[in-house]
């Protein structure tokens, strides 16, 4: 009898664990078809649905999509033509503008800037002897000229006005021009290695600008010329006391 109790009390618990057992493995089964049906009903595969599915990126709102779009091109993209342009009313008088004036695009747009950024001058151009330099110069009608008594001025007659460099255009004739140097080498005595005639060269007193002969420049657009000496032969002294003829080739 002992032997039989002890045998139903060993079996007993045999059963639940095996019970047990069974039980999970039913729901892990069961958990097991859920997945599968998800994975089914979400179209993807095992690792597909094992797996956090990506976000998708969220999209920028109307507004900045129409910023971008209206943002205009990098700076210095050049036009093309006029029809790159939007002109709206005004390309009617554009387009005749530069019939009438017989310009390119550019040439009409370089007109109008000139027209606009130089107001009070005039557009004057002169050259060397031989016509191997030619250049463009913006400056009044009324020129204020500079005569200096250096050692150097004095001997080829060196009477010029200033401007600043972006007011002169070298036209033709870069390879024609020769430089000659002396002391501090700041001025720069160019001259046309052909004929030998300095149309322009480049001042001591203003080495940002250009000093301009005035009878190298083609007639009709001087009105008036009044000429000041300046005392080269003592430089140091007549610069630091003479008061605006260090600003002749500033803007």
């Given amino acids: 009898m002992r032997r039989t109790r002890s045998a139903v009390a060993t079996t007993e618990p045999r059963e639940k664990r095996r019970s047990g057992a069974s039980g999970g493995l039913a729901r892990g089964e069961s958990r097991a078809r859920r997945a599968a049906g998800k994975a089914k009903a979400g179209g993807g595969g095992g690792a597909a649905g094992s797996q ?4 998708p990126r969220p999209k920028p709102p109307p507004r900045a999509q129409e910023a971008a779009a209206e943002e205009p091109p990098p700076a210095g993209t050049p036009a093309a033509s006029v ?6 009313e005004q390309r009617e008088r554009w387009e005749t503008f530069q019939k009438r004036q017989r310009l390119s695009f550019e040439g009409a747009a370089k007109l109008l800037l000139d027209t606009f950024e130089y107001q009070g001058l005039v557009k004057h151009t002169g050259g060397c002897h031989c016509g191997a330099v030619r250049f463009e110069v913006w400056a009044s009608a009324d020129l204020h000229i500079f005569d200096c008594n250096c050692s150097i001025c004095k001997k080829k007659q060196n009477r010029h006005f200033i401007v600043p460099a972006s007011r002169f255009k070298l036209l033709k004739g870069a390879e024609s021009i020769t430089t000659y140097t002396f002391n501090t080498h700041k001025a720069q005595h160019t001259f046309c290695k052909r004929c030998g005639v300095q149309s322009f060269y480049t001042p001591r007193s203003n080495p940002g600008g250009f000093g301009i002969a005035p009878h190298c420049l083609d007639e009709g657009t001087v009105r008036s010329v009044v000429t000041e000496e300046f005392n080269g032969s003592d ?4 610069i630091k006391e003479h008061k605006t003829i260090k600003n002749m080739s500033k803007e």
């Fill in 235 to 238: 430089w140091e002294r007549a």
């Fill in 52 to 55: 956090p599915s990506a976000k």
């Fill in 83 to 88: 029809s790159a342009l939007d002109l709206g």
